[in-house]
């Protein structure tokens, strides 16, 4: 530090998908990606329980050290460690003790952010060393820099991200195929777009991670998972689907920020979002990212969330961008934060959050429970915009009867609902409850 | 230069709709926009002609000092200038002149980077200055410092962008409600989309110039406005729309890199998209750019292309970005160009590029010429996809026969039409004649 020097040293943590796609861009454009740092780029040291093997294939490794044991990553040798294990305690070792020593850190590391990203940074300042989050979400496209470096007169002012490529995968096959819910998530396995066990994907837990790593950068907010209203979309039915086509709405697994004043809105759950909006036009596995900014307007940001050459390129941006710092001696890492700093900034309760509704319930009596249904919506000061009943039910089996309300307080349809559950069987399983999003801009 | 420093002192050239944009920011955010660059941004001087005029209003001017002369901006108190007077030759003379007096520089002019470019990317490079061209190109989007930064691990293969927003408002006013041309362009104007003379706009040129400014940065290559082929979007008519939106596409003006190994296409001119592609919802008066990289496979970023705050925005973000560099001592502006350095690349002649072609004439004996037109055609290899003809003329009258040809080289094409013009007045005015894009990821 304080002097500039002729190379940088990186130390990798896990070759795995990512990792593998990081060390091999960093090895055949080693000389390229060293003359836009403005200093040489060197990999010293890779950690990898199965290193040996996962290295197999790869030329120009040189005099590489390669290690199973993380603690040889804090050795004075290495300048940047780069941790792509995931997981939480071996990589938050790891991170604590490489800031601590003074060394920069690059992370892929969602799950950890979203918990400890506020001490992160603040180790990383105070220890005037670099800190590169830029794979932890949407994969290769540029975001986390982007709202941190070139967006930095804004005031965000909106959120809505499809980050889960999987969700989206899912949902949108069950859009253009009409198949359900079961059999999306086979094709999303069989293509390779779902995990064996599917459930941090499909539960919205993940896009809340992402979503608080988002906070955490552009509004120095940090939550923490348990203050984002997250609903997977297991529960999303082809029905559901067929209604919002008829109704020119899409569904999307959205992360959700609104702020108003000094209050944030932070949520992840499906969403009905209108056809003509370019939310609704992201297809596949792809992730996107559109903001409201006080000074820009809306901004969209879309490409692959995931992927080893997308995810390893944000990695290598990082990299290069902190060894550019490194090498002029002083590091001088920006704070994360919005325009304001927002010292004083609180998030809103899901009971608070006012928003149109879809509700759909599965009736065995239409005439007689409709006008019910709707009476205990109003009791409520719920307002309906729309009843759609298409079916009329024969023999007493259950028929779908869709309400659209106006905007409300999530707090008084939750008593609308509890107050329409006591009206007993007739209405079968509970309601589905899909929130509408019609973007201000 | 090379030591730290406590404050960074600006100089802005012009206070029209973006230099005032500009100046509201710095100085009711100064405070934060500060503390984000590592040091005090300090506007000194602002110049303009009206500037006592146009500087009505603002409160926080503080010991700014005002003047009508360029020349005092290359007075020894600036560190910074900020140049947005646009024009050639007295932009010319300010950024070359700052550059040699080792102030770094921050401008939107597309133009004039359209043809020296180069030129002030090496200046600058050599004198270790910085340089901030962000909004130069789609407005508020982060493009240009994202593909030098945050995208440096790429290869770039391909690029399209709705660069124009005048010009895409014009054609979705023709989409939307199947209005010709000039009425389109009419409805620009009253809603302060064009200019009162929209020459530059809808003639392709804006675009050309922003695609120039685009190639030298992601590939520093720098052809200049000569090598990219420019044809504007005064020529589509309804009925082309008409016939679009029968096929599946939208048409929108494009600007179109295509690289081949070492060779790349560079050229400007309205495309037929597919109606599922994120670039036929482009909206309104909205930009967009979506490339094809190496690493992260496609990318699109989408926002306001012009207007007063976002435009400064992009402003901001540079002059926050060099200030930081700058308060460090030592500034390394990073070279343009991708991951390869690229020295040796040449343009490809229009004539030699490969696309597919919609063709509408305008034919008063359709009987007899379908059979002629496709025999030309034949004679220089082009193959037709599909031939529409919906109306039979009867009288004489003349009725449209539309034409898809396969992948074929403009050149081919070129002399087919050249053949089918020399059977004579029958074909009426010359043919429409649009590029498909089917984009391949």
């Known amino acids: 530090m304080g002097q500039e020097r002729g190379r940088v040293a990186l130390g990798i943590a896990g070759v795995g ?16 990606l060293s003359k836009k740092a403005g200093v040489a780029l060197e990999i010293v040291r890779v950690v990898d329980r199965d290193a040996e093997q996962k290295l ?3 030329s120009n490794l040189g005099g590489l050290d390669v290690s199973s044991n993380l603690e040889d990553l804090l050795k004075p040798d290495v300048d940047i460690v780069i941790e792509l294990i995931g997981g939480t305690q071996a990589a938050k070792d790891l991170i604590f003790g490489s800031l601590e020593k003074k060394k920069s850190v690059v992370t892929a590391n969602k799950a950890l952010l979203s918990s400890l990203g506020r001490e992160i940074f603040e180790l990383a300042q105070k220890q005037g060393v670099g800190l590169g989050l830029e794979a932890s979400v949407g994969g290769g496209i540029p975001l986390i820099e982007v709202i941190r470096n070139n ?9 809505y991200g499809i980050l889960n490529g999987t969700s989206n995968f899912i949902l949108e096959a069950m859009t253009q195929k009409r198949i359900p819910f079961e059999q999306a998530l086979a094709e999303a396995g069989a293509k390779g777009y779902a995990e064996a066990d599917p459930t941090l994907d499909i539960s919205g837990k993940d896009t809340a991670h992402k ?61 009905m979002v209108p056809e003509r909006h370019l939310l609704a036009h992201v297809n596949g596995a792809f992730n996107a990212l559109y903001l409201d900014l006080s000074c820009t307007g809306p901004l969209l940001f879309f490409g692959q969330g995931a992927g080893r050459y997308p995810t390893a390129s944000a990695v290598v941006a990082d990299t290069v961008a902190i060894a550019g710092g490194l090498a002029r001696g002083v590091y001088a890492l920006r704070p994360p934060g919005s325009l304001d700093g927002e010292p004083s900034l609180t998030s809103v309760p899901m009971e ?63 008593a609308a609902l509890k107050e329409i559950y006591s009206l007993g069987d007739v209405l079968g399983e509970p309601p589905q409850v899909i929130r509408i999003e019609r973007f201000a801009s």
């Not at 998908?17 to 390229?32: D, S």
């Not at 086509?245 to 999307?252: R, S, Y």
């Not at 019910?372 to 259950?398: D, F, M, P, Y």
Request: hydrophobic fraction near 45%.
């Open 211 to 271: 979503l608080c790593v988002l906070l955490g950068v552009a509004l120095d907010f940090w939550p923490g998972l348990g203050a984002v209203y997250t609903e997977g979309i297991e529960r999303v039915a082809e029905l559901d689907i067929a209604y919002g086509a008829d109704l020119g709405m899409v569904i999307k697994l959205l992360a959700i920020v609104k702020r108003v004043g000094r209050s944030i809105e932070c949520r992840v759950h499906p969403v």
């Open 17 to 32: 998908t990512v990792g593998r796609g990081v060390l091999e861009l960093l090895l055949v454009q080693k000389e390229t």
């Open 151 to 159: 967006l930095v007169a804004n005031r965000l002012d909106g959120l």
């Open 352 to 414: 608070e959050i006012e928003t149109e509704y879809y509700l759909r319930y599965m009736v065995s009596d239409v005439p007689g429970m409709v006008g019910k249904i709707a009476t205990a919506l109003g009791n409520h000061g719920v307002s309906i915009s729309q009843v759609i009943q298409k079916e009329r039910n024969e023999g007493g089996e259950r028929v779908p009867v869709v309400l659209l309300t106006h905007k409300t307080k999530e707090r008084c349809l939750k």
């Open 56 to 58: 197999s294939g790869l």
